[in-house]
């Protein structure tokens, strides 16, 4: 249930609603819109009758049920848009960002060169993986710490954040020595003991959308998270399976456009997991973007053809340089702003 307050309410009259939902254990979150306050009510059950009770407190306007089995997640409980901060990056709000990086952390020299690269081409976040879930037990599954600590070494010499993947609860303290954002992939949406874990950090979460996971079984593992008490859920769309084999999966942009109204959630584009091809990626950036996403995040290797993992879908600097001047006209064109310049603080 939320409590929309009336425009100009005071803080006793918020103060009453609260107490009284307390006198039932339950608890309210407040959320600032632009005019009034909303409470959302969270705690189960909700007593039969209350919300006409609340209807009759000073200062209530009215109270609505939250029809969706997401609460912290839904658009409904929490109106205005969610911005998550990353260092000096904000997600979520006019600005797009851009994460890039390889697949895979590979070598010094490659994550090095690779860093540089897309930092000089605008990106504001490096992603490579260190833990790569692998659909062969036989394939480069990364290189594990010494990954993460070649992700630090390249945050401190171009001020990149850092997104990576933490594939299990007991690896969360050590990625979070490292990382500045947790990911979340695709194979584990809804390995729920992980996502509770991640719930418990101070660290922003970027979780993907699972290979076969309907939209609602993605709040609702953003959910999990937010209910441990880490609200900073970045959404990410990166395909999922459907009966077509032509590319590696199927792209969903209504899921980007639905979520953005659903959620008040970041949403970033993951379209190099979403196609599988390099050449399909930058016509996909941009129509994830006139669809609404606040960002992509792109597989960039400086040697696709030797890459260890996901070269076919990864893009060369210079290509990514390319499309990271189309997605600023794609952005202008909104309304919106995306900056290929390089991070200030170098
Ligand atoms: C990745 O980002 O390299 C990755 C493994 O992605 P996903 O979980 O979306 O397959
Ligand atoms: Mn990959």
């Known amino acids: ?105 590979e070598s010094r020299d490659q994550l090095l060169r690779t860093a540089e690269g897309v930092r000089e081409r605008g990106a504001k976040l490096l992603r490579g993986g260190a833990y790569k879930p692998r659909t062969s037990p036989y394939a480069f599954r990364g290189l594990g710490e010494q990954g993460l600590e070649l992700l630090a070494e390249a945050r401190e010499r171009t001020g990149l954040a850092i997104v990576t993947e933490v594939m299990t609860p007991a690896d969360v303290p050590v990625v979070g020595q490292y990382t500045d954002v947790f990911q979340i992939g695709a194979r584990n949406m809804q390995n729920y003991l992980l996502l509770e874990e991640v719930g418990r950090t101070d660290k922003p979460v970027l979780l993907k959308r699972g290979l076969a996971a309907t939209i609602e079984e993605w709040l609702l ?50 379209p ?19 669809a609404g996403a606040d960002g992509l995040i792109v597989e960039v290797h400086p040697d696709p053809d030797r890459a260890l993992s996901d070269g076919a879908q990864s893009l060369t600097l210079e290509n990514f340089g390319r499309l990271m001047q189309q997605a600023q006209a794609v952005a202008q064109a909104l309304g919106r702003s995306l900056t290929p310049e390089p991070l200030s603080t170098i």
């Open 272 to 290: 190099s997991h979403g196609t599988g091809k390099w050449y399909l990626v930058p016509p996909l950036s941009l129509a994830a973007i006139a």
């Open 1 to 105: 249930m939320i409590v929309v307050m009336r425009p100009g309410a005071t803080t006793m009259q918020i103060n009453e609603v609260l107490d009284r939902l307390g006198t039932f254990n339950l608890k309210g979150e407040l959320s600032q819109g632009e005019e009034r306050v909303v409470i959302g009510v969270l705690g189960a059950p909700i007593p039969a009758g209350l919300g006409q009770a609340l209807e009759a407190l000073p200062g209530v306007e009215k109270t609505l049920r939250i029809t969706a089995p997401y609460k912290l997640a839904s658009r409904e409980f929490h109106p205005l848009d969610t911005v998550v901060r990353v260092r000096d990056v904000e997600i979520g709000g006019n600005e797009l960002v851009v994460m890039a990086g390889p697949c895979s952390v």
């Open 221 to 270: 593992a953003a959910e999990y998270i937010m209910a441990q008490g880490n609200r900073q859920v970045i959404l990410c769309e990166r395909g999922i399976r459907t009966f077509e084999t032509a590319t590696r999966n199927t792209f969903d942009l209504n899921a980007v456009a639905l979520v953005k109204r659903l959620s008040h959630l970041p949403v970033i584009a993951d």
